[in-house]
């Protein structure tokens, strides 16, 4: 049996200080995740999910606890290696994709990769073209944001977030923005994704419907998990 890409164990995550009144809104959570997993995370509005995904995706430091992702204890990295881990490790989706709106859906895709390593490769701007084709968007490769629909780019994003082949990415409410339809193909994509590439993906869900077409559903309740059960009905992709 491999090892936990992701290896949470007693997290803890507080916002203020003894001088001001400290709230603590995860309470010792343990969770692991295995490379290629798919798993929802539910739970309702409050319940520490985005914090939750904030800290897994090195965005900010739990308050206690200890946090190792790929192997490495990341309490005792420098700023430097924390910056050089997220980027190699880790793609993220969010609800509102951020695409930078001067840029083409390929510049869009090409900007971690710039970010990283501090220029673009011809190889680099072809496998983002190609991850564009991937997700349907063979004709809009130089379109910029405003020209997309929603849906379209929600996919620029997926593209993005897979642009450096990261083992694990997280997503937000991706589909949170989106119609029924295009909510189901964004799905799709981020299934297909992890079937051919066996990228893990950890997502934020408050849809039940696509919940149940994950894997695992892990569900937070009160900054502490609640349930934590195989879903023997996933349907994959469909």
Known sequence: M???????TDIRKSY????????????GIDLALAPGEFTALIGPSGSGKSTLLNLIGLLEPPSGGSYVLAGRETAKLSENDVTALRATQIGFVFQFHHLLPAFTATENVLM???IARGRVTAERREAAREL?????LADRLDYLPRKLSGGQQQRVAIARALSLAPPLVLADEPTGNLDTHSADEIFALMRRFNARSGTAFLIVTHDPRLARRCDRIVELVDGGIAGDRPNLASKGDG
Do not use: F, I, R, W
């Not at 491999?2 to 949470?8: E, H, M």
């Not at 203020?16 to 309470?27: F, K």
């Not at 564009?132 to 349907?136: A, I, T, W, Y």
């Open 2 to 8: 491999s090892a936990p890409l992701v290896q949470l």
């Open 16 to 27: 203020g200080s003894a001088t001001d009144l400290e709230v603590e809104v995860l309470h």
């Open 112 to 114: 971690p990769g710039l």
């Open 132 to 136: 564009l084709s991937d997700v349907g």
